[in-house]
């Protein structure tokens, strides 16, 4: 699998028209990373749909932002933080009443260490 | 008592003091409306009869104690997308078909404590990911001025239960245009307050900077009448603010007298069908006969709002709905092989495609190699966006034009290409990236479809926003206009 760092580099150029269509490698790649797994017969379409979204988003690169300092919060807002008291009461089992397995108040998973 | 339907939330509240008529009553006539309805139109996911009919004679009895809250006895529907306390909360998606959320949102307590009766939850684009409810799990939203025409989105069934008067309020929530262009496709009020000013705890979350709960209703009084309970801070929200909440139903009768009206050329040019443009610029003149003064305004990176949103929005949401994992809660494989295994299959099964696509694209552009040329560069776009607003904002009091580019489109037409699905969102967006309060009201019709007029306002300029849409609705009557088939 190409690693999709390779590609950076095309992103040094803000002048040059061009498309960034992703390949199937790609988005297979970026399936992993978010822990999707596609269908056989919605793989192709997602290829075409995401290099049209990657591909539209692109002309952002067009825009001068030298010097503009990326938005944090939309009213410039800091975040607050709350005393580190208890507020909440506890309510696992009405909790996990949502989950598919549960034991003893935990939750289960297939086993991770062999 | 047979128009009960036809009542807005004040009226009814009104009513309900006088004696008129009961919660039950008013309860039992709407629920039966959905019940008759609900099979063509398809806008609530949960109908909650019992319950709302324990609540009305609660509310009843409360009233008759004089003990009655602002909201006492009245019908509200929610969006599926705020946790109910036991009751089914899907969020349009398959991934929370089975979902009984164990609290309530902060939205939904304090309408509920304000004494408002839940008549249900109303279907929605899946995750709010859509501008048509079609990416729904549970099937689209018809739009009640045509069947066979989308409500927008994602906020649909919201808006189609307030136009069909199966409510006359609904909750709804606001990412890039939820809450405001359903309500233009569908003929109703949709607002969205400033960022911040309504609590997101307990709304399942998309992208939290843009995020904003909101209403849909037929006039902006019951707009008003909803933020006044709705609004306020909330410590279990970090991005809520402190702020007083001020009487939004107080200065809803000052004329518009030398209101300052910015309108943007943009707005006007050609990807707007003309009809619509001629609707709104009806509009226009209304405001101006009001003493309301047009000026123009500039908002040169506003062509850029789209892709600047579709690279913000994804990332968010790539790391919000990274939460479902099918282990906690939501869908979970059969015979994970591993945990791997466990997660890419729950997740690959419990979302619909639009869902997975733009989990993917926030992926991508949250990426090492990428991150600095989408999601820094969007940020600092982002950034240039709202300093058009705050610079516009020195001229003038609100910025008009249109909520969207076309009137209601037929069901089916645009889901071959996301591109074209997101560009109806391109007069709504602005406003989200730089969380100021926009609302759609009704202004005309376009072959028997809705047209919505957009005004944006600045951060907290909610009071004038609702008068100046009042003060319209007092001199127009297209928010009276009911679809045929739901009289």
Known sequence: ?114 | MADLHQKSLLQLSKGLAAGDFTSVEVTSALLQRIASHNDTLNAFITVTAERALDAAKKADSERAAGNAGVLNGLPIVHKDIFCTRDVLTTCGSKMLENFVSPYDATVVERLQSAGAVMLGKANMDEFAMGSSNETSYFGNVHNPWGLDYSPGGSSGGSATAVAARLTPVATATDTGGSIRQPAALTGTVGFKPTYGRVSRYGMIAFASSLDQAGTITRTAEDAALMLGVMAGFDPRDSTSIERDVPDYLAGLGEPLKGLRVGIVKQHFDDGLEEHTGNAVKEALKVLESQGAVLVEVDLPNLDLSVPTYYVVAPAECSSNLSRFDGVRFGHRARDPQDLFDLYCRSRGEGFGAEVKRRIMTGTYVLSAGYYDAYYLQAQKVRQLIADDFKKAFKDVDVIAGPTTPTPAFKLGDKTDDPITMYLNDIYTIGANLAGLPGMSVPCGFVDSLPVGLHLVGPHFGEQVLLRAAHQYQQQTDWHEACPEDFK
């Open chain 1, 1 to 114: 699998m190409r690693p999709l760092a390779n590609r950076a580099v095309f992103f040094t150029s803000k002048t040059r028209a061009r498309t960034v269509s992703l390949d199937k490698d790609q988005v297979q790649h970026i399936a992993v990373l978010a822990r999707l797994k596609l269908a056989d017969d919605e793989f192709a379409e997602t290829v075409d749909k995401l290099s049209r979204i990657v591909d539209f988003v692109d002309q952002l690169s067009q825009a001068s932002t030298t010097d503009v300092v990326p938005m944090a919060h939309p009213l410039h807002e800091t975040q607050r933080l709350r005393a580190d008291e208890v507020t909440e009461p506890n309510d696992r089992d009405h909790v996990q009443e949502n989950a598919a397995a549960v034991a003893d108040g935990l939750y289960l998973v297939p086993k991770v260490i062999e």
